[in-house]
């Protein structure tokens, strides 16, 4: 259990620096890149990732951004210094921390001890500086060999895969409202994912293909997609047939958003090894990309064949079935992930979407809950979370964690959707227009995004801009029940009872719940009632009551009560003598459900 003294950033932290001293320099970064996402501002966080960065370039950002951060923080203006960035200042002191901590006395820099008094001297000295500067990047360079050797995931090995893990620490309980209040411009320096992303290697390599690879696999790693374009491509020449440098250019261009770049480079990959399992599940995720509704089910099933204990592949499959709708099957195959990729909070992502779609909401929430517990800076846990937080009716919960979503990632349609429909929720109705208007720019053919966007016109009381959102609403889903009786009540709204009983008409066979078919019966009571047809609305008010009482609200049940006294007051008592001339009746005729007046 975390005590108030040691919190889980400051165990966090201690890690990142432990990694440093060891040379594993790549999770260091990922460490500190993760606390960076809480606190943006920490200037030494700033210094210590500088410490755990490849390229000059590089560490000089992260020092400038220190001192920018801290203008009196002297490890930045140290390394600064030392870099080339700043020129010899007098009095510079090594590297103190600002705000001192009980922990900090076990996080010294290996060069904090003080200097001999002749520092200053040698550090005006242009000669001095240069050759301090090249044995700097000396070291660095030995610290980034050194972590390769450290980590076996860099050493290639015949038809096996290699996945980063982590050790896990204890979690604090997020603040959502700080974090709200706290991001800013680091959203567009550091990539917004930052589970770490399986790597898959099969084909060994020597001499300069070997150092190439590794140096590919460490872009890849840091989202360098330009570099492990231009280093896999040299590997592929150098050693020419081997899948995986294709299948790593073409994971380069997806992970850019090149996608038919990205294609090519996977039908290369099958070109070269058919039974590369890996090729086929990004192209799958590609396709996805370009088109949501394109079937990749094919794909998925050769990852899977190929590589049976491939848990990536079963994860992506049981999503894909979740959209088609297939929730029984998504559940097998996410069972077969969570065996395959124990603790992993991307699993607990899909299972909290499968239950949602089952309607299991509060087993949704719990398991949105613990994919967030596993990772507090996955952004995707926090669009699940927002929508099991909604579902289970907690809405300040929901808009708190898809604000933070939305923040970050721009451009999610779903996640735009989902907070539009929190703040019609909340009767916000402006901002519930201004987040469904942006999930439309990002998708104008989501049907839930005109759907809630009806739903919220007519609330407003915009009869005729709910019913064109309703209607294209269902014309991007014709099976859509929730938006097709949204236009039956937005024609209502407008008194147009003969067009709105002839549109409900097409969705009585779409009823398959007791609250569905108690909603189609209520609306079809009402209608008949105003078109003109009493006693066939009466007979409808009569079957809606004999409805358990979850399936309809206490005003349905009011109004249908209500419609059947008045109906009965209103007929007159048949008189009880004979009358002397029946005449011929005339045949009733009900209204056509097909041809709209």
């Known amino acids: 259990m975390l005590t108030p003294e040691i919190t889980a950033e400051e165990m966090m932290f201690q890690k990142a620096v432990e990694l440093i001293e060891q040379g594993t320099y790549a999770d260091a970064r990922d460490l500190l890149t993760r606390l960076l996402k809480t606190d943006q501002n920490n200037a030494v966080y700033w210094v210590w990732l500088s410490a755990a960065m490849e390229t000059q370039k590089e560490r000089l950002y992260c020092l400038q951004t220190a001192l920018k951060l801290d203008p009196q923080n002297a490890a930045a203006q140290r390394g600064l210094t030392l870099l080339g960035g700043l020129p010899p200042t007098e009095g510079l002191t090594p590297f103190s921390m600002n705000h001192p901590r009980p922990w900090e006395s076990k996080l010294k820099l290996a060069d904090e001890t003080p200097k001999p008094k002749g520092f200053r001297a040698l550090a005006a000295n242009p000669v001095a500086r240069v050759v301090a500067i090249m044995l700097v990047g000396v070291l660095l360079i030995g610290g980034v060999i050194a972590g390769f050797s450290v980590s076996g995931m860099f050493q290639p090995q015949p038809t096996r895969r290699v996945i980063q893990t982590f050790t896990p620490f204890p979690t604090a309980t997020l603040d959502m409202t700080r974090q709200v209040e706290e991001r800013g411009p680091l959203a567009g320096l550091i990539s917004a994912t930052y589970t770490p992303t399986p790597i898959y290697a099969a084909t060994p390599y020597d001499g300069v293909a070997s150092d190439t690879y590794r140096g590919a696999i460490t872009a890849y790693q840091r989202g360098d997609w330009d570099t ?66 394109r079937s990749v089910m094919a794909d998925l099933d050769s990852a899977i064949n190929l590589d049976p204990n491939y848990g990536e592949a079963y994860l992506e499959r049981g999503l894909y079935l979740i959209s088609q709708n297939n929730t029984e099957a998504a559940m097998e195959d996410l069972r077969e992930a969570s065996a395959l990729l124990p603790g992993s909070p991307q699993v607990y992502i899909a299972l909290a979407r499968a239950e949602m779609a089952q309607e299991n909401y509060p087993e949704a929430l719990d398991a949105a809950k613990r994919a967030n517990e596993l990772d507090v800076v996955s952004l995707e846990s926090y669009l699940v979370l927002g929508m099991a937080y909604r579902a289970n009716g907690e809405t300040d919960k929901a808009l708190e964690a898809l604000e933070i979503y939305t923040q970050y990632s721009k451009d999610n349609s779903e996640a735009f959707t989902f907070l539009g429909a929190t703040y019609f929720n909340r009767a916000e109705y402006d901002k519930a227009l201004e987040a469904l208007d942006q999930a439309l720019r990002l998708d104008r053919t989501s049907s839930q995004a005109h759907y809630w966007r009806g739903e919220t016109q007519m609330a407003l009381g915009n009869g005729e801009d709910a019913i064109e959102n309703f209607r294209t609403a269902v014309r991007y889903n014709q099976n859509f029940f929730d938006a097709g009786i949204g236009l039956v009540r937005a024609l209502f709204s407008i008194d147009d009872f003969n067009n709105g009983y002839a549109e409900l008409a097409k969705y009585e066979k779409m009823a398959e719940t007791d609250q569905e078919r108690a909603q189609f019966l209520y609306l079809r009571a009402v209608a008949l009632g105003k078109i003109g047809f009493p006693k066939e609305s009466v007979r409808d008010w009569e079957a809606l009551l004999e409805f358990p009482e979850e399936a309809i609200s206490e005003e349905m049940r009011a109004e249908a009560e209500a419609a059947i006294d008045a109906y009965q007051t209103a007929t007159p008592v048949p008189p009880t003598r004979t009358p002397t001339r029946t005449a011929t009746p005339t045949q009733t005729r009900m209204p056509s459900a097909t041809p709209k007046p």
Do not use: C, H, W
Not at 273 to 289: E, K, S
């Open 228 to 293: 492990v374009v231009q280093m896999m491509v040299q590997v592929a020449t150098i050693s020419p047939g081997s899948a995986d440098t294709l299948y790593f250019v073409a994971e380069a261009y997806r992970m850019d958003g090149k996608y038919q770049d990205a294609l090519e480079y996977y039908q290369a990959a099958v070109d070269v090894d058919p039974n590369f399992a890996p090729t086929y599940l990004g192209r799958a995720r590609t396709n996805l990309a370009i088109n949501p509704r």
